[in-house]
């Protein structure tokens, strides 16, 4: 399945130079995941208590997406490039991924049409796709990163979202089935992140 994971590696070649600029400063990749996560934390916790009165703080949202995409791959790259894997890295990659998109989905709990229970499910199975890849490693196998709507097709789907949102374009009660379309292809994610891995297995094994 199709996903924006496939055109990280042109990504990662634009960003290499700021992250050895990082290094020779001696910042370290967990200093840039954390730094990520702060960032998230901060523009969900304004956009929830703020966002419903004034919707044009939205607009931080697509800005903020962006900037979080390129934090994630210089972080990446610091610590593959420059010897700063870690186990405690490898863990706050992956839990601040979930968290961050905790802070970043929930704001739109709070925005008509959508509600609590659409855009909690898309939060819920988010996190359910992000453990379906990483549990790859359990069977030693590479984590996964199958579509569709992994990490980063779901950040740009919400930060399109909250551009519209910010712009004060109406929302159609039609927008209130989006949540329920992207827990379904998220769904479909999960399914192909648990089939790949397996068969992915039965190879190493034969």
């Known amino acids: 399945m199709i996903t924006l994971y496939q055109i990280k590696p042109a990504f990662v070649q634009l960003l290499r130079p ?6 020779k400063k001696r910042l370290n990749a967990n200093q840039v995941t954390l730094s990520a996560l702060t ?4 523009v969900g916790t304004l956009l929830i208590m703020f966002g419903n009165t004034y919707p044009v703080l939205f607009l931080l949202m697509p800005i903020w997406m962006f900037l979080r995409m390129a934090l994630n791959a210089i972080d990446g790259i610091m610590a593959k490039e420059h ?4 186990s405690l890295g490898g863990y706050l990659n992956e839990l601040s991924d979930v968290i961050a998109d905790l802070f970043l989905f929930l704001p739109f709990a709070f925005i008509a049409p959508f509600s609590i229970y659409s855009i909690g499910t898309v939060i819920i199975l988010s ?4 453990l379906c890849g990483v549990l790859a490693h359990s069977i030693k196998v590479e984590r996964r990163y199958d579509g569709p709507l992994g990490k980063s097709d779901r950040a740009l789907i919400f930060g399109a979202l909250a551009l519209w949102v910010g712009l004060s374009f109406p929302l159609s009660h039609l927008a209130s089935y989006l949540p329920w379309l992207v ?3 998220i769904l479909i994610n999960c399914y ?5 891995a397996l068969q992915v297995e039965k190879t190493q094994e034969h």
């Open 192 to 196: 192909n992140r648990i089939k790949n």
């Open 183 to 185: 827990s379904l292809l």
């Open 39 to 42: 960032g998230s934390i901060v």
């Open 83 to 86: 010897n700063q894997k870690s």
């Open 127 to 130: 996190i359910i796709s992000e």
């Open 18 to 23: 700021i992250a050895a600029n990082l290094v």
